[in-house]
């Protein structure tokens, strides 16, 4: 099943929009030509819900942030996907940036973020429960 989800509230023209998720929430890139949002929805299909959790002022990425990654295990960085094959970190207090040397890859192509999942999913043609 499909639904719309209403976007932020923000200002300005951004040339390219990414979605992702991040910290189990939707979470949304928004580049301009200076700058990227990044954007995570607290409350799914609540427009009032997004928050606005970092603004990128690195002109030299900024169109190439695709999506996010995860958050490092002290959370002070957050690993993001570039276009042209690259992962970066972003330091959350300086909000700089630095090339992140993924091992034994010499490109990464693309980057996505699974989530173990112990519950069963019904088949639209098939009755998964017992009736005793």
């Keep these: 099943m499909f639904n719309e989800v209403p976007q932020p509230h923000y200002n300005g023209e951004f040339v390219a929009l990414h979605v992702g998720v991040l910290d189990g929430c939707l979470c949304l890139l928004a580049n301009d030509l200076d700058e990227t949002d990044i954007w995570i ?3 799914y299909g ?8 970092f603004r990128i002022r690195e002109k030299h990425y900024a169109l190439h942030f695709q999506r996010p990654i995860a958050f490092t295990a002290n959370r002070r960085e957050l690993l993001l996907q570039l276009t042209f094959w690259r992962v970066v970190a972003l330091d959350l207090e300086t909000m700089t940036v630095r090339d992140v040397k993924v091992s034994d890859f010499t490109k990464c192509f693309d980057t996505h973020v699974c989530m173990e999942n112990l519950m069963m999913l019904n088949d639209a043609g ?3 429960s017992e009736t005793n």
């Design 41 to 43: 929805m607290k409350e």
């Design 46 to 53: 609540v427009v009032g819900s997004w928050t606005r959790l």
């Design 126 to 128: 098939s009755d998964i």
